[in-house]
C-alpha cells in the first residue's frame, strides 16, 4: 500500500533555495521599478544580510543597476536605488498577422526598445515564406537592439488562430493548418543570424499575447485599479479574444479559449473561412467592416484609417457599418460577460481607435442582454485598449517573465552560448 506521507518532490538544497531567492530579488525591484535593499528585505521576508548578497549577484550578473540615494522618510541612512538593467538580457517578440508582421524586443523592465513593423499580405502565402519574411525582420531588430547592448533571452511568436505546443492547429484566415511555426522560424532565423542559433523560441496566439500586455502595461480607467478579470477582443482581419481571470490567462482544456471570434452569431449568415456560417468576424471583423463602409474590403491599415477620417466626418455609411458591427459585438460579447462576469471588455486592435463608434451600439447591447443588471451602458466596463501594449510586446515580456522566474538560469545559458 502506498504511504501517502511519501515527499511528492525532492528537499530543495541550498542552491536550489537560493536560485529561487535569486527570482524573487529581482521580481521584486521588477514589479517596483525602483526600490532598495531594505525594501525589497520588507516585502519578501528575507533578511537585510541575504537581500545584500543576493543583490550583488544580480548586479554582477547584470540584471540589476544602482545608484543614488532614496530617502524613505524614516530615521536610519538612505539606501541606493536598484533597478532593473536597461541592457542585457531581453526579450523578442514577433506578431504575424494577416496582413503585417510586427517585431519588438523589450529591456527587462517590459519597455519597448526596438520596433519594426511591416505590412504584408500573408494571406494563403506558404508558411515558411511568411516565417521566414518575419526571420528577415527580426533579424534587422535584433541588429538595432545589438547596438543599444541589449541580449534577446529568446523569442516568443504571436500568431493568429488555435496555437499549440509550437504548432499552429488552424489559422482560417491565413490560410495554415498544422504548421510547426516554431520550428520554421527558429531554422530561418539561424539562416540569417547564426549567432541565433540556440536561441529559444515560443509561441502564443496573438489575442492572449495582446491581453497579457493589456494586464501588465496597460492604463486603465483613471478612476480605478487596473482590471485583472477581463475579455479581450482583438479586432483585425479575424477577431481574437482572451479570458484573463485573476490576473492570468483562461486558457482552455486544450489552450484553444477564447475564440470569440467563431462565436456564431447568426447560424444562416455568410460562410466563413473556419467552414461555420455566421461567426462574429462574418459581420465585426476588418474586412465586413470596411466592405460595408464602401472603403473597400482589402483596403488593410489604409483602410481603417480612412473609415475612422470617414466616421469622424459624419459619413452615413461609415457610421451605418460601425453601428452594425458594434451590435453584433454586444450581442455576442454579452452570452460570454453572462457565462463568465468579467470586470470589463477591453477592444483591442483595429477596434481600439473605432471604440467611439463601436461602443454605443455595443455597450446597449450589453446593457439589455447582462442578465446580471449589473451592466449599465457608459459605466466605463466597455473601454478600448491602453496604446501602451500590443501582441508583439506581449509576446516579447513573456520571454522577460521567463528570464525573471529564473535569472540564474538564463545566466547559466547565456554565459554556454
Known amino acids: 500500500m502506498k504511504n501517502t506521507l511519501d515527499p511528492l518532490e525532492p528537499k530543495a538544497d541550498k542552491a536550489t533555495v537560493r536560485r529561487h531567492n535569486l527570482s524573487l530579488v529581482l521580481r521584486a525591484v521588477h514589479d517596483e521599478g525602483e526600490t532598495t535593499r531594505a525594501a525589497v528585505a520588507a516585502r519578501v521576508g528575507l533578511t537585510r544580510a541575504a537581500v545584500s548578497s543576493l543583490v550583488e549577484q544580480l548586479l554582477g550578473s547584470g540584471f540589476l543597476t544602482e545608484s543614488g540615494k532614496t530617502f524613505s522618510g524614516q530615521a536610519g541612512r538612505p539606501g541606493t536605488a536598484l533597478r532593473v538593467a536597461r541592457t542585457g538580457a531581453a526579450g523578442l517578440g514577433v506578431e504575424i498577422n494577416i496582413d503585417y508582421v510586427s517585431v519588438c524586443v523589450v529591456d527587462l523592465a ?170 462574429l468576424e462574418q459581420y465585426a471583423g476588418q474586412t465586413a467592416l470596411l466592405r460595408d463602409a464602401g472603403v473597400g474590403a482589402d483596403a488593410g491599415g489604409a483602410g481603417v484609417a480612412e473609415l475612422e477620417r470617414r466616421a469622424a466626418a459624419g459619413d452615413a455609411r461609415a457610421l451605418a457599418a460601425l453601428e452594425r458591427a458594434g451590435r453584433m459585438l454586444g ?49 466605463g466596463r466597455l473601454r478600448g485598449s491602453s496604446w501602451s501594449g500590443d501582441a508583439a510586446r506581449g509576446a516579447a515580456a513573456l520571454v522577460v517573465r521567463d528570464v525573471i522566474a529564473d535569472p540564474a538560469g538564463y545566466a547559466e545559458r547565456d554565459g554556454a552560448r
Request: negative net charge; proline residues 5%.
Open 331 to 379: 450581442l455576442v460579447l454579452s452570452g460570454v460577460v453572462n457565462l463568465l462576469d468579467p470586470e470589463a471588455v477591453v477592444l483591442g486592435g483595429i477596434y481600439r481607435g473605432l471604440v467611439p463608434w463601436l461602443a454605443p451600439a455595443a455597450d446597449g447591447e450589453l446593457t439589455a442582454r447582462v442578465v446580471s443588471g449589473l451592466w449599465t451602458a457608459g459605466s
Open 110 to 279: 517590459g519597455t519597448d526598445r526596438v520596433r519594426l513593423t511591416e505590412h504584408l499580405d500573408n494571406r494563403d502565402v506558404p508558411p515558411a515564406e511568411v516565417l521566414g519574411r518575419a526571420a528577415r525582420i527580426a533579424a534587422r531588430t535584433l541588429d538595432s537592439a545589438a547596438e543599444q547592448q541589449l541580449r534577446p533571452a529568446g523569442a516568443r511568436l504571436a500568431l493568429p488562430g488555435l496555437v499549440s505546443g509550437g504548432t499552429v492547429r488552424q489559422a482560417p484566415n491565413l490560410g495554415w493548418s498544422r504548421v510547426a511555426a516554431e520550428e520554421l522560424f527558429g531554422r530561418a532565423l539561424a539562416a540569417v543570424r547564426p549567432d541565433t542559433g540556440t536561441l529559444p523560441v515560443g509561441s502564443e496566439n496573438e489575442a492572449n499575447a495582446a491581453a497579457l500586455a493589456e494586464l501588465w502595461f496597460g492604463d486603465g480607467p483613471a478612476d480605478r485599479a487596473r482590471a485583472r478579470n477581463f475579455l479581450y477582443v482583438s479586432g483585425e482581419i479575424g477577431v481574437g479574444g482572451a479570458v484573463v481571470v485573476d490576473g492570468e490567462l483562461l486558457r482552455g482544456a486544450h489552450g484553444f479559449a477564447g475564440e470569440v471570434g467563431h462565436v456564431v452569431a447568426d447560424a444562416a449568415g455568410p460562410r466563413c473561412r473556419c467552414g461555420s456560417r455566421g461567426c
